[in-house]
């Protein structure tokens, strides 16, 4: 039923309107067309992940399966190669051009805003330094 849901979202009309209320919001102040674009797609991205997110823990089912969901509805390549929690969320978060913090095993809080992935990261993160 949300992959139906998903599919069915026009992503480029999604963008292009959330873009025309970002220029109007600012006053259609020229040469902002592109950070409107860029910033709606963003939020594109981010409403996707939180919205399969919300269903699979509604479900209890945030596990490798529905990663890779969230995964291929990004647009990642062959999630069904990646094996673990760790590789999916890392593929999502890159997919959803987020600075993966597992990237980061030298800092032990994540300074990215917006990321829906924060709290698994911490403790992912806090296992790390133990």
């Keep these: 039923m949300l ?3 998903i ?5 480029e009309q999604w963008i292009m309107d959330a873009a025309y209320y970002k220029a109007l919001a600012r006053g259609f102040e020229p040469h902002q067309e592109l950070d409107d674009w860029l910033e709606a797609e963003q939020d594109y991205l981010n ?3 939180e919205l399969q997110l919300h269903v ?3 479900d ?3 596990s490798t399966l529905g990663l890779r969901q969230i995964a291929e509805s990004l647009g990642v390549e062959n ?3 990646l094996r673990s929690e760790f590789e999916l969320i890392r593929a999502i978060q890159d997919a959803s051009h987020h600075r993966p913090c597992f990237q ?3 800092s032990r809080f994540c300074d990215e805003l917006g990321c829906q992935w924060q709290e698994k990261c911490r403790q992912i993160v806090a296992i790390w330094h133990r």
């Design 3 to 5: 992959s139906a849901f």
């Design 7 to 11: 599919k069915s979202l026009n992503r």
């Design 47 to 49: 409403m996707l992940v």
């Design 56 to 58: 699979l823990e509604e």
């Design 60 to 62: 209890g089912t945030v």
């Design 79 to 81: 999630p069904q190669l």
């Design 104 to 106: 980061r095993r030298n």
